[in-house]
């Protein structure tokens, strides 16, 4: 151990007023000593000198070995320094929620070609020019859902938009201060010190305001972009009547003012963004910067074995087992490294359970859903439970992915992305796989794929099972399934489940072998390719092609069946 002299110093030097109690201790030692002979009460004190035997230094010696301890632990505690270590540094931009208003207001047109159109195309904006930091996205009519949990991804979120509309929600309204409770909500559980709202509608009410004051209160800051113009336009409400919408910009700051944020009316440029201060992510004074940085390490443990040793000596007995306890107990006050092996006897269960979630998320990543599947099973959490459910849906193992998804959710009742995948899972059990023109004569069927991941939280990608709160990840947000494949007619079911599932098998495999085939080379142009198939070359790609043209892309409808189970759910729960 080389100690630079010139570096040492104290990391907290205010310890060493503890030794002003050295002379305390040692007069209460002396003042003890005195009382506790009894002699001292039955003889004179210029005849106690000459009946006592001779043992002052020994008892002098005990006063020097506690005083001695007494400092060797003020100093510790002081913590001594001479030396620098790497430091590892990081960097936790606020995140954004973006709260969006699909009342059926949001159809009026004084903002040509609507409103809703303009709100789309500031969004995009937004997710392009955001530099860094996660975003999320809720929609509210009478209630709030959410789009896209907290996600660094933004280009993920923006394949949603042009899924928005009244049409989505399941009842019209304008529920601001739902979408304010469920933004703080969703930063909460990303384990989010601070964060940002940024509220998009016309109007707001005196509800709005308070649900603002309160997210103020929790460290989340509420601004205001407002959608539309003074003089405003005409639209159809949700039960057919017309009225007219108009930029209400008084409540609309009342609102910004309450949450400690700005109030902006929406315009044709990205002006408006700037001066909400939405495009650059917010730091606070505790978050540090990426990379690597030095700090001192603190050395007071060096003094705890000498400290011990001394201990040793306020015992008069059985002396040899206390020699045996101390020595087992200094290399355990020594730090242990951080990257001890894994398995050792010292490591907790959680960290264990830590490992194979890492090991689970990096096996889902490569596309290994087995070995994923093999790290997560027994991971008794919600993360644990929910990457469980989209490994076994990733296998097509929809009902055990169900069952998983339902021990996520008796976990933490109401996870939106457990929620979520849970009934894009059920939809596609539900499903049966569509037709295909047989092969060889056995009139085996293409497959129906297996639910591939969609959205992301904080600290996870698209396509990958989440790290955890505060990973978290690991990290990193939880998928969405997307909507699984098309049906086939309700009169022509299946008979035989165990054939199907062999032939969905085949099928894939051959629509990988035919697109291969297509790829080999790349000089060819699309025509030249096709006139050199042979004629079951061109059957199988035929297949393929209309296999593709039946899989349903629509964000749209995916986004309705999310929030109407949402909504069944939330009736149950009187909600």
Known sequence: MNIDWNALHLLRPNALWLLLALPLIAALWYWRRRRGSAWHSAVDAHLLRHLLVAGGQRAWGGLMVLLLGWTLAVVALAGPSWRQVAQPLWQSPAPLVVALDLSSRVTATDLPPSRLLQARAKLAALLRERKGGEVALLVYADDAYTVAPLTADTANVALYLDALGPDVMPRDGQRAERALDAAVLLLQQSGARSGDILLLTDRADAAASSAAT????????????????????????????????????????????????QYARMASDDGD?????????????????????????????????????????????????????????????????????????????????????????????????????????????????????????????????????????????????????????????????????????????????????????????????????????????????????????????DPNPAAQAQADAAQRQQMQQALQRQGKDGKDTPAQRQAAETPQQREQRQAVEAWMRRVPDDPGSLLRAKFQLENERRKREGR
């Open 214 to 261: 309160a997210a103020r209160r929790q460290g989340v800051t509420v601004s205001v972009l407002g959608v539309g113009t003074p003089t405003g336009a005409a639209y159809r409400s949700g039960d057919g009547q017309i009225a007219q919408a108009r930029l209400e910009e008084a409540s609309l700051r009342a609102v910004a003012s309450a949450g400690g944020g």
């Open 273 to 493: 963004l700037r001066a909400l201060g939405v495009l650059t992510p917010k730091t606070s004074m505790d978050d540090r910067r990426d990379g690597n940085g030095m700090a001192w390490r603190d050395e007071g443990f060096w003094l705890l074995p000498p400290l011990m040793l001394l201990s040793l000596l306020a015992f008069r007995r059985r002396g040899l087992a206390v020699v045996l306890v101390t020595c087992l107990s200094v290399p355990l006050a020594l730090p242990t490294p951080a990257h001890a092996a894994e398995g050792t006897w010292w490591t907790r269960a959680d960290q264990v359970d830590q490992q194979a979630l890492g090991a689970g998320v990096e096996a889902y990543r490569r596309g290994d859903f087995k070995t994923a599947q093999a790290q997560f099973d027994g991971i008794d959490s919600d993360v644990g439970w929910y990457n469980l459910g989209n490994a076994l849906a990733r296998q097509g193992q929809y009902d055990a992915a169900i069952e998983a998804y339902d021990k996520a959710l008796r976990k933490t009742p109401g996870m939106p992305d457990a929620v979520a995948n849970r009934a894009a899972v059920d939809a596609a059990r539900k499903r049966k796989p569509p037709s295909a023109p047989p092969k060889d004569g056995q009139g085996k069927q293409p497959p129906t794929s297996p639910p591939s991941q969609g959205q992301g939280q904080p600290g996870k990608d698209a396509g990958q099972p989440p790290k955890q709160p505060g990973q978290q990840n690991a990290g990193q947000p939880p998928g969405t399934p997307a909507q699984g494949k098309d049906t086939q007619d309700a009169g022509n079911p």
